[in-house]
């Protein structure tokens, strides 16, 4: 069931995806304005200096535009090209561990109901077979009566208690599965706003001073994006720890005769809890691959070091430029 979930959420983000191109009419209105106030500013700059137009920095403008104009295209199906393998490996590795757990629990459950079956003191608590001839083997003497009430106590408890550790977890399992499904279908939300309103962000990064909105979308759409490899990935040690724990427990089946099942059962509904928890962290784990909140930072700064560096070559060309043009006014007179 939450598997065709997961693939509705997939469905849902493609087909919303070319929603954004609805965007790219406002984006485009924005983005012009941007750029004439953008060129016209930067080109008066130099005309005021009477430096010469550097038209490589005016080509951000249009750049800009032309992604605007193909963004589904060039910027969200560029990104989803190149980080989709990401989703499919960890996908990968998440079902091959999972289909080894679930073959080590089958192995697990076999060899318990062998154990149980090879004493006799707990054999009939799984079988119906061992229980109808221990019954018949006793007779109706008082004693035997109250054996035979013990024994039928016995079995309802072990019964009992068996259905109560599997339901509560089932129930830590269907949590488990709707910790996921909400961290993916928050992921799915947050693409499709972004991706819907992508246009925008990359309009307003035209002007000056919103540079970096255009560096922080693309910041927070890797860093969103990544939640489910991360959900994959954490999914995925867990299953690894289960199997080991199943192997663990699968040895000392075979060969110790008093080891204990329900602590064994009890370590796994732990470790079900871990998993839960830990599911609130993935956004966190994902923001450390990738930090939304740097990258602004980091692009200002080396802006603002190429500016000085151009600055720099621009005034050191000017004063060569200038001591040749003195020498050569010298020269003529």
Known sequence: MFDSLHLILRNLYTEMMPMCSSMAGVAKGIAG?????YVAYRVWQSLARAEPIDVYPLLRP?????????FPTIVLGTINAVLSPIVRGTNQLLETQTMDMNLYQQQK?????????????????VSNEEFDKKLDALGWMPGDLMTIAGMYVERAMYNTRKTIRNMFR??????????????????????IVLSILGPIAFAFSVWDGFQATMTQWFCRYISVYLWLPVADLFSTILARIQILILQNDIERLATDPTFSIDASNGVYIVFTIIGIIGYISIPTVANWIIQAGGMGNYGRNVNTAAT????????????????????LMGGTK
């Open 109 to 125: 459950d076999r060899l318990e109901y062998e154990a149980m079956m090879r004493d006799t003191s707990t054999a009939y608590l």
């Open 62 to 70: 249009f750049a800009i535009g032309l992604c605007i104009m193909f």
């Open 308 to 327: 000085k560096s151009g600055s720099f070559v621009a005034g050191a060309a000017g004063a060569s430029a200038g001591n040749i043009t003195g020498r």
């Open 33 to 37: 304005l941007g750029a004439l106030f």
């Open 170 to 191: 089932e129930i830590l399992e269907l949590i488990f599965q709707a910790a996921a499904l909400l961290i993916d279908t928050l992921r799915t939300f947050f693409l």
